[in-house]
């Protein structure tokens, strides 16, 4: 018998994992002497040809690749799609 109280419940990973051509929506967080980070809980996607300025903006990237070891990769920018509400 199931508990229904608990059914369907799961936890979100703090070290999300990435595939290769997925297009995901992230939060520009920083910048680094590489150039601009998405931290995505305490997975960090490096992102290429990121406009200047971008920190503190939503934007959709493609990932080029994820190491599901380090929690590290690159993707690559295509759009602004917002700006921190903070």
Same mark, same amino acid.
């Given at each position: 018998m199931t508990?229904? %109280?608990l %059914?369907? #419940?799961g936890f979100r990973s703090k070290t999300p994992s990435f595939d290769p051509d997925q297009e995901i929506e992230l939060m520009v967080t920083?910048?680094?002497d590489e150039g601009y980070i998405a931290r995505v809980g305490d997975s960090i996607l490096h992102i290429e040809d990121a406009p200047g300025g971008a920190v503190d903006t939503r #934007?959709?990237?493609r990932v080029i690749d %994820?190491?599901?070891e380090t929690h590290?990769?690159?993707a690559r920018y295509i759009e602004t799609i917002g700006e921190s509400s903070f």
């Open positions: 508990n229904s %109280f %059914f369907g #419940i920083g910048k680094t #934007i959709r990237a %994820f190491d599901d590290r990769g690159t």
